[in-house]
């Protein structure tokens, strides 16, 4: 799900050029292999990546990085490349357990999305998002902006792949979302930053968790609804992200696979003719739109004359995931274990 935060302003063509110097006066990136930490060799530079579009040429492994969204931060925190990252921005949540002690050594530039000038005041020498919207107009800046300032830019896979983001709101899915997508991204962080053996070994662990998560679960009499934020014009997801990924695996149904948007808006007298079993339900920590916490969205749902006569309301069939949980993410791993459990605990896993 996307930030809603107001754009920030576009650096001046002035500012701009001063980034320049400042970049080129700091010397960018080193191909110093002990600068990893882990001894991992920093061959195979300068990078060339095909990546959402764009051609993109890493000269030598990162070393002030920034990050501009939660998601790709807490994959290069999983890469323990929290040295080399010299700020990140865009959280919904608190960081993803076991991450804590690395992420306390990152400045965090924004809690939202940051302007261009706070980010070019970090000197960066590559930058990272998991949204095309955030490094494009109205986010932080468009990827050419930094491009010409000879910062290389990525974006996730998971948000191009089989995803149309010309329209307005959070994109389409033109074809389901496979986790493929998310591996895809570790693996290629992992070989900009010269550790390619740390993307292999965490993509390892992923896909033990999933295979061992779906293990034995057969839930195909339940069916699901993803709710991310927003009580007045709920974001619900669509059949095919992040939240489609984890109800494949479990053989459930989503009660909206009927729309291709990523995170359409729906009445709530839509989703109680719907009725699904489970509500799954996102637990921000934001403040940006209403009821972002689970319990401001439990409450609402037990209070609202419309929802509060639904059967998973009725029954507390509720399951609590973090906002990234339900984006594609590392996390959508964590959030596949969490519903699996939910299902386990609710005797709807088969």
Known sequence: MLSKATPAPIRTAALFAAG??????????????????????????????????????????????????QGSTEILL???????????????????????????????ISENRPSSEKVLDKEPDFLSASFASTLAKGGVAPREQFEKLGVPTYISPADCTGKDNSGGGDGARTAPLTMDSVYTEVRELSQVFGVPERGDALVKKLQARVAKASDGIDGSKASLLYWFSDSKAPYLAGCCGAPGVITRELGAKNVFDDTHDEWPQISWETVADRNPDVLVIGDLSRTMQTAESAEKKIEFLESNPVTRTMDAVKNRRYVLLSGQAMNPTIRTVEGLERVAAGLRDFGLAG
């Open 20 to 69: 320049v110097v400042l970049l080129t006066a700091c010397g960018g990136g080193t191909t110093d292999s002990s600068a990893d930490g882990g001894g991992d060799k920093a061959d195979g530079f300068p990078l060339t990546l095909k990546n959402c579009g764009r051609t993109v040429t890493v000269k030598a492994p990162p070393q002030r990085a920034v990050s501009v969204d």
């Open 78 to 108: 999983s890469l323990g490349l929290a040295d080399r990252l010299a700020g990140t921005a865009t959280w919904s949540d608190p960081v993803m357990k076991g991450l804590e002690k690395a992420n306390k050594g990152v400045e965090r």
